[in-house]
């Protein structure tokens, strides 16, 4: 008797959480990033973003002013919301990972113990439920001394569920492209621990001109997180970062920002910069991007998930996110109205289906296959 | 007897050329842009951008430092330069335009004349040579008072070459969103006459991190060029100024900057912002791109190339371009080395072969068909 081919597990790699100890660094400060309370909302506010300051600002001062950043809902701290998401979403496995800054602006003293806080946090997520539902990026220390940056990665390779780490854009705060950082990414392409690269500073609010604040968070979040991933793996690319670490292996979030777009733009003006075009290359940016480069499949339109995967030079390497629980559906900011149709999630699962073709051998890699096998998301 | 097909036509939309008035207003400055000569070098530099402020200082003050800018060849500068470039690379038509950054810099006193002047030194070189090889795109002058604009606007009608205008990104200097822009876009569009966005100021030079310098023109060029773009457009859609302005065309440089990547994920982020999404909205990004937008092609990739076509709703929507003469081939600085194959060039070209067909009927269409329909590249 021939047996039925079993459905392809639905995978999330983009999927944050905030653990208690988390919550409690935020709302003990007065700047960026923070979590305050304001009387007219049920909800502390979470206050993540530069261009979210203005708002901020206008809401201390004002108590009918729009209440700055988003509510902090339990679908941030509680791990049954996350599963009921899952339910409703139909998602099998969750990479977990702490959201944007991570321990960016911890004090380099306390940064450690809070990475331990934080991770050990993550670890126990993915074991409060049996069946391996949930793994993990880690968060590194960035702030501290390199022994503790390196001592937080050894840490992570003890943790059963750990499957890589999330990181921004910073580095040790000169970016990605800093060769102070290339022992930290050494370690990591030696653990087999990927970076999942995440975008937080976006781009100085000047760019957006004096007109931003009237079309809320679109511009930044829209066109500054991308072009931060874009110009940030560009100078790990033009710094030969990629060629010194080849172990190194990069997931990018929202599908490279812009990079699968503006790869050829990149590659060609390398190709003319007098400067640059007589040094000796090692590969070119397609490559690079085909070699150590992994995409997440949250770009939210067909058009963008096929250049993602013609880019990348194949389905097997994009993987499926939804960046929940950023982006829930208008309306249910409370909480309550989130529980059913997630318009964001729709939107890259019908990328998928429309690029790839519904249930194709491609789509389903796109969904799940591929993240179980480079993440190897099973007990082990 | 049958007759043979005629070879469509090779038009070029993205070509800049500086007439002498032009020059001279350059070579009077002392802030960027000018143009400067140093005694190691036989042509004078160009030195447009921001990004090119460190490398002007460095060689004012030692003259051993690299030059700054770029060489002011006679690519930038002679028809019988353009006519060379067009016999080697196979073009039949150019629609010339003003490189950036046009008159945005002139007094508002003297831009009015200015623009008369480099207007009329593009219809004088579009009627040099018999056979209708040239047209082009005109220059306003942005920073002269609205009536001396709008006089501006009137004059191009009568030229009979002129098929459009090009511009940047800052408007009347508060960007393309700014209401008091609005006489002057609806003028535009009566008079059918496109605009030509082109990038110029980028992003800010903090954005590319201490290490910029060493990765040449990259950066700004490859990244930030295409963002500012982007960010200008997106600017326009959420103020509305598409639907204000309907009759409105727009040719976007660099095949939109990154918009074919990124509209899934600016489309998303307006329908999940709380404060736009209760707004009642008029078209999403995806129709005003099929409705009132045109890219040019200079994308540099076979991905980029399909991603907008894509987004763009057809092949019928992109023209071919090759900006020159930015871009020359490395190692003919001087502009002797320049008379042969442009790999910048070639990469777009490749890129419309690949994406749509060698020789199909779409393939044609982007490569001149589009342009001559759309901008009517024809004596009328």
């Known amino acids: 008797m021939a047996h039925q081919k079993p459905k392809p597990q639905v995978v999330d790699i983009h999927t944050h959480m905030y653990p208690p100890a988390y919550i409690s660094i935020l709302s003990s400060r007065d700047t960026i990033p923070l979590i305050r309370r304001f009387p007219s909302s049920p909800d502390p506010r979470l206050i993540l973003l530069e261009a979210e300051l203005p708002a901020l600002e206008a809401a201390l001062h004002d108590p009918t002013a729009p209440l700055p950043g988003r509510p902090l809902t ?12 899952m339910a409703t979403q139909k998602i099998d496995i969750s990479v977990l990972s702490l959201a944007n800054p991570w321990l960016d602006f911890v ?14 946090s993550f670890e126990l997520m993915c074991t409060a439920r049996k069946g391996s539902r949930f793994f993990f990026f880690g968060t590194l ?9 390196l001592a937080s990665i050894d840490n992570l390779k003890r943790l059963p569920h750990c499957r890589g780490i999330i990181m921004g854009t910073t580095g040790l705060g000169a970016g990605l492209d800093d060769p102070s950082l290339l022992p930290i990414l050494k370690a990591l392409a030696t653990a087999h621990l990927p970076i999942f690269l995440h975008p937080h500073y976006g781009l100085p609010n000047s760019v957006y001109g004096p007109r ?26 033009l710094a030969g ?37 007589t040094v000796k290359r090692g590969r070119t940016v397609w490559e690079v991007l085909r070699e150590q480069v992994y995409l997440d499949a949250v770009v939210y339109s067909e058009v963008g998930l096929r ?41 890259n699962v019908e990328a998928v289906d429309k690029a790839l073709g519904e249930g194709s051998e491609e789509a389903g890699m796109v969904m799940g296959g591929n993240a179980v096998k480079v993440l190897r998301l099973y007990e082990e």
Chains 1, 2 share one sequence.
Not at 107 to 120: H, I, K
Not at 212 to 237: D, N, Q, W
Request: proline share 8%; hydrophobic share 45%.
């Open 107 to 120: 004090s380099p003293l306390e940064a450690g113990q809070a990475a331990d806080q934080v991770n050990g």
């Open 141 to 149: 220390p960035l702030s501290a001394p390199l022994p503790t940056i």
């Open 212 to 237: 931003a604040s009237e079309y809320g968070h679109v511009l930044p979040l829209a066109l500054g997180f991308p072009m931060e991933t874009t110009i940030a793996v560009a100078r790990m690319y």
């Open 241 to 277: 970062v990629f060629d010194a670490v080849p172990a190194l292996r990069m997931i990018l979030a929202h599908s490279g920002g812009t990079l699968p777009f503006l790869a050829g733009r990149i590659e060609s003006c390398v190709l003319h910069d007098g400067k640059l075009a």
């Open 307 to 347: 250049a993602a995967v013609e880019a990348s030079g194949g389905a097997e390497r994009l993987m499926f996110g939804t960046d929940h629980p950023f982006f829930p559906p208008v309306g249910g900011e409370a909480g309550d109205g989130e529980e059913g149709k997630w318009e964001s999630v729709r939107l």
């Open 74 to 85: 339990k679908h941030f701290s509680h791990l049954s919301q996350k599963l009921h998401f």
